[in-house]
């Protein structure tokens, strides 16, 4: 096994402090839990009496040295804790601030907006939490210098009282940032809810009552915070919960605030700037003057009449094709995976993962498709929608009931509905790496988990930056009761609003499907953490909803929303408790912002949604409504047709069971811009639209 070295330091005089002037041995250990068999590894260095926290020195430090001599690489968690993130902090620094509440508050409404909006774009993307962190360094530097304050930096002064010093005490501090960062970043993602609100809107013409959608929105959303909370303790904690999605923001964080005097420092702030303005500056051309951009295809431009070449190499509208080798010049879709998945941070075994498994599914959707398995050229190549046999559009209503259950009478006459191939496989897929999750947790993560709950319990977490904010004594930790409280009342909600909506699911089915969160958020967190990639149990949890209460698609809904979304939300507020503790944010402001933010988003994602166009299977080059009708297909397909389409010797059973288990803008009028060369009437790539 590899080693790295341990360094303990000794203690520096006051007139060394210029100097790196450390008196270190170098031990070798094994390798810490990046290595991810290893044991759990008790860093040894004395907080109090070290520079390691000095990531900006210019040039390396002792702890950034081989055995060799010369820089190492960045290889496990203690390296991606140590050498990349500063243990500066600075616990006089006040949080809660005019400028925090304004501008959070803010932020959040035009994240939650926009993040709506953008889920139901043609590609859907998240709202950029880089994005999020730039425009509110920006607005916060301006307040610092427009608000009447005592500080040095105000235009106007005011008397220094505490009034005035909550208006504008002084510098746009870091941890104002990253409060401002959690809250607006919260609420900016699309609540699953507004999935079930907008299918019953579209295909079951129900509009929920009001408060009915607000209390489920709330209850939904904050539901996983519980969970998250009581896990925290190995699942934030630890050193080996690296979240190396992470990185990027704590690196700008730390360049905007910190370490100001360094050279290497100033240089890297100017080029940020300078990249951050190119940005700016070029995005008006992909999105809205020459929307080609987005997609370049070459074998489209070639041959603009064939369907197989769009079907292969076109990608640039919903639902068009598979994108092979189209080159992307929208950054808006190459960052896509917003703080989850990036070419930049990443780690490099998952991104390979990734590709091969997106490898494996481009070949096998064409396979399928030019086979004609399961009539699939009857239907569209790419659809989240249930067809005839015909290929004409399944009409749901039509085989329920008023109550919408289903009526196995008026099946008998509609007939069993149809995936397309390619649907089908995605959802295969989406099921069988659930197995492969639990068992890669099972031999690489189990013990290594199980050792730091018992440690915990005995002695405390030994992570540095956990020691420096429980050492300095002025951060007050959440109690689990806290956690287990936000828990208790959001099931109360829960229940309530389940029963309120006529949803038709049992508490007892609600009760089961929280539970099953419960046991997916260590598998699934673990894996969030320590490879950067959290795979979706929502195809599970959809099927067991199936089992559990079958013939009603809505009650398969909300439970797919309590059995799914909870385990998304606890991801959440987990990677932000970690952005918190490496940032040094007390764990109390996390929790406060979180929440904040979790409900003001849940409550304008309520009044923004798009209905004219998101039945259309390829919607436009604007709006798409593939999220919505995969969600209510999957809901007609588990909740009312488990038994019929599923079950063993059934038309999918064979490949759902068999192999699963054997392996494991809102509103408002829309304003196109005028159409050129680069922004074509029909597919922005030019390939042949068919549909």
């Given at each position: 096994m590899d080693s790295i070295p341990v360094i303990h330091l000794s203690k520096q005089?006051?007139?060394?402090?210029?100097?790196?002037?450390?008196?270190?041995?170098?031990?070798?250990?094994?390798?810490?839990?990046?290595?991810?068999?290893?044991?759990?590894?008790?860093?040894?260095?004395?907080?109090?009496?070290?520079?390691?926290?000095?990531?900006?020195?210019?040039?390396?430090?002792?702890?950034?040295?081989?055995?060799?001599?010369?820089?190492?690489?960045?290889e496990t968690d203690a390296d991606y804790s140590l050498r990349l993130i500063s243990l500066e902090d600075d616990p006089t620094l006040p949080i809660f601030t005019f400028r925090m509440w304004f501008l959070g508050l803010g932020l959040s409404c035009f994240g939650a907006v926009l993040g709506q909006i953008f889920y139901f774009r043609p590609q859907t993307v998240l709202v950029s939490r880089l994005f999020l962190m730039i425009i509110s360094y920006l607005l916060g530097k301006l307040l610092e210098e427009i608000i009447p304050g005592p500080s040095a930096s105000a235009k106007i002064k005011m008397p220094d009282n505490h009034f005035w010093r909550f208006m504008n005490h002084g510098p746009f501090n870091i941890k104002e940032h990253v409060a401002i960062t959690i809250m607006s970043s919260t609420a900016s993602s699309s609540a699953t809810a507004i999935s079930i609100f907008a299918a019953q809107d579209l295909y079951y013409n129900v509009r929920p009552n009001v408060a009915v959608g607000i209390f489920t929105l709330i209850g939904s959303q904050l539901i996983g915070y519980g969970t998250a909370g009581i896990m925290r303790s190995f699942l934030v904690y630890p050193t080996f919960a690296v979240y190396p999605q992470l990185m990027p923001n704590i690196q700008l964080f730390e360049t905007l605030h910190r370490g100001q005097e360094a050279v290497m420092q100033k240089k890297r702030l100017k080029f940020f700037w300078i990249i951050f303005i190119a940005i700016f500056i070029w995005e008006w051309f992909p999105e809205y003057i020459a929307p080609t951009l987005t997609g370049i295809s070459i074998f489209c431009l070639a041959d603009q009449k064939s369907a197989w070449v769009t079907r292969v190499f076109g990608g640039a509208a919903g639902n068009e094709g598979l994108g092979t080798f189209s080159l992307c010049l929208d950054w808006a879709y190459v960052g896509a995976g917003g703080d989850s998945i990036g070419a930049l941070?990443?780690?490099?075994?998952?991104?390979?993962?990734?590709?091969?498994?997106?490898?494996?599914?481009?070949?096998?959707?064409?396979?399928?498709?030019?086979?004609?398995?399961?009539?699939?050229?009857?239907?569209?190549?790419?659809?989240?929608?249930?067809?005839?046999e015909n290929g004409t559009e399944y009409n749901q209503l039509s085989i329920l009931n008023d109550d919408f259950t289903l009526n196995p009478e008026k099946l008998a006459q509609q007939g069993l509905p149809w995936y397309a191939a390619s649907q089908l496989l995605f959802m295969v897929s989406r099921t069988i790496y659930i197995g492969a999750a639990i068992t890669h947790f099972l031999l690489w993560h189990s013990k290594t988990v199980f050792s730091i709950i018992?440690?915990?319990?005995?002695?405390?977490?030994?992570?540095?930056?956990?020691?420096?904010?429980?050492?300095?004594?002025?951060?007050?930790?959440?109690?689990?009761?806290?956690?287990?409280?936000?828990?208790?009342?959001?099931?109360?909600?829960?229940?309530?609003?389940?029963?309120?909506?006529?949803?038709?699911?049992?508490?007892?089915?609600?009760i089961i499907a929280l539970v099953f969160a419960w046991l997916f958020v260590p598998i699934i967190g673990t894996l969030y953490a320590t490879v950067g990639y959290a795979p979706s149990i929502e195809n599970m949890v959809q099927m067991l909803g199936g089992a559990l209460v079958p013939g009603r698609p809505v009650a398969n809904m909300y439970f797919t929303l309590y059995g799914f979304n909870t385990v998304a939300q606890a991801l959440a507020l987990l990677q932000d408790l970690k952005l918190g503790q490496y940032t040094k944010l007390p764990p109390i402001v996390t929790f406060v912002v979180q929440t904040i933010g979790t409900v003001i988003g849940g409550l304008l994602n309520f009044v923004i949604m798009k209905r004219d166009v998101l039945r259309?299977?390829?919607?436009?080059?604007?709006?798409?409504?593939?999220?919505?009708?995969?969600?209510?297909?999957?809901?007609?397909?588990?909740?009312?047709?488990?038994?019929?389409?599923?079950?063993?010797?059934?038309?999918?059973g064979v490949m759902i069971f068999v192999w699963t288990f054997a392996v494991g803008g809102g509103s408002g009028t829309v304003h196109p811009f005028p159409t050129w060369a680069l922004n074509p009437e029909g597919n922005p790539d030019y390939c042949k639209r068919l549909t």
């Open positions: 005089s006051p007139t060394d402090s210029s100097k790196v002037n450390e008196k270190a041995t170098i031990s070798s250990r094994p390798v810490s839990y990046a290595d991810e068999k290893s044991a759990h590894v008790d860093e040894k260095i004395a907080l109090a009496d070290s520079n390691i926290g000095d990531v900006f020195a210019e040039g390396p430090r002792l702890i950034d040295l081989g055995e060799d001599g010369k820089e190492r690489p960045i941070f990443t780690p490099l075994a998952t991104q390979l993962s990734l590709y091969g498994g997106c490898a494996v599914c481009m070949v096998a959707f064409c396979a399928c498709y030019a086979m004609n398995t399961w009539n699939a050229q009857n239907f569209p190549f790419l659809t989240q929608l249930l067809y005839y018992l440690q915990s319990r005995k002695s405390g977490c030994t992570d540095l930056h956990y020691q420096k904010m429980k050492v300095m004594n002025v951060y007050k930790e959440i109690s689990n009761y806290w956690y287990l409280a936000i828990f208790i009342g959001t099931l109360g909600m829960a229940l309530g609003t389940a029963y309120g909506a006529n949803s038709g699911l049992p508490w007892w089915a609600l259309s299977v390829q919607g436009t080059n604007v709006w798409s409504g593939q999220q919505v009708q995969s969600y209510n297909s999957a809901a007609i397909a588990w909740g009312a047709l488990a038994k019929p389409l599923y079950a063993t010797g059934t038309r999918y």
